[in-house]
């Protein structure tokens, strides 16, 4: 008889008669069962598929959201240097600047703007002093040299000045404002054909700026050439309808045709505009005088001189006025 044959029936006898038998070979399937997927639990590496207990998945996107505040915008330090009366910004920039909170380029700006300032209140000294600082900061911008060149040339030196400017075009060779600067200088010079030059070269460069307009209209007028200065003060009036330059050189131009009535109203225009320009009395006082308007005349004579008590011009105009009535 086989093993099988012997074990069946002593198997069907425990099965019927005790019950914890029974109760073994029906709990042992299961409870081999849960072995085996415990064991399989036990030995899967954490991070293939498991559930990583107690420890990060590595293989988990990170939550990398900023749940800080969000930061206020910068302060702009530099703002109230921008806009506001001469004084206040001034006060402004100096503000800025001792803060120390302005880095690189900043800092040359803090000075640039002060120094902007500082030449609109006509200290032309202490605003080179900004320009230089800004310059040695940011040696290649064309804007804080042509203006660096406004300033020596108010003061009058002209060879600093036209350095300032040829650097200016060296910088940027578009820059229209430094060609038209570099023509004043030889204007002032008396070099008026080569500042004629200057001036053409800033116009074709920009065409949309005043002041090339402006700088070609004197040396038009210093060479006594009065249509095209007649032209150009038409153009500076088109571009910028109230300019003292545009009323004066076309009145200038009108004087000088004997148009005396148009030029009285162009002085009166650009007095209307800068009421301290002693010029413009002489100029229109001279066009009273040869009209035969002799008492307006004086009126601007002697107003001239209250502005300017040495101006040679109303002087001499003056006593030619009162020998004339006598």
């Known amino acids: 008889m086989s093993g099988l044959a012997r074990w069946l029936p002593s198997h069907g006898q425990l099965w019927y ?17 849960l072995g085996i997927i415990g064991a399989v639990w036990l030995w899967q590496p954490q991070g293939a598929g498991g559930v990583p207990w107690a420890k990060p998945n590595p293989e988990a996107p990170a939550d990398n959201r900023d749940t800080s505040p969000p930061l206020a915008p910068p302060k702009d330090l530099l703002g109230p240097c921008r806009s506001g009366t ?31 300032a500082l030449a609109a ?10 320009y230089n600082i800004a310059i040695s900061i940011v040696p290649n911008t064309a804007l804080y040299h042509n203006d660096r060149g406004v300033a020596w040339r108010v003061l ?13 075009v060296a910088i940027d060779a578009n820059y229209a404002l430094g060609y038209a600067n570099r023509g004043r200088i030889l204007y002032l010079q008396k070099r008026y054909l080569e500042g004629l030059e200057q001036a053409n070269i800033a116009i074709t460069k920009n065409d949309k700026l005043v002041w ?38 076309r009145g200038r131009a009108y004087y000088e045709s004997q148009q005396y009535a148009a030029a009285i109203a162009d002085y009166g225009a650009a ?22 308007q002799y008492d307006k005349a004086m009126d601007d004579y002697s107003a001239a001189l209250r502005i300017d008590p040495t101006d040679t ?13 006598k």
């Open 86 to 116: 001469t004084q206040s910004r001034i006060a402004a920039c100096t503000l800025a600047l001792k803060s120390g909170e302005l880095k690189g380029n900043a800092i040359a700006e803090g000075h640039y703007r002060r120094a902007a």
């Open 121 to 130: 209140a006509d200290n032309y000294r202490d605003a080179i002093d900004d």
């Open 271 to 292: 007095i209307a505009l800068d009421p301290q320009g002693n010029y413009h009395y002489d100029m229109r006082g001279r066009s009273y005088f040869l009209s035969g």
């Open 212 to 249: 090339p307009y402006v700088v070609r209209a004197g040396i038009y007028e210093a060479l006594s050439n009065w249509r095209l200065e007649f032209d150009d003060a038409n153009k500076i009036l088109q571009m910028e309808p109230d300019s003292v330059f545009g009323h004066e050189f």
């Open 17 to 33: 008669g005790d019950p914890w038998y029974r109760a073994a070979w029906l709990m042992l399937p299961q409870a081999v069962a």
């Open 156 to 168: 009058k030196d002209y060879d600093r000045a036209m350095q300032d400017f040829d650097k200016a």
């Open 313 to 325: 011009y109303a002087i001499a105009w003056m006593n030619e006025l009162k020998a004339k009535k």
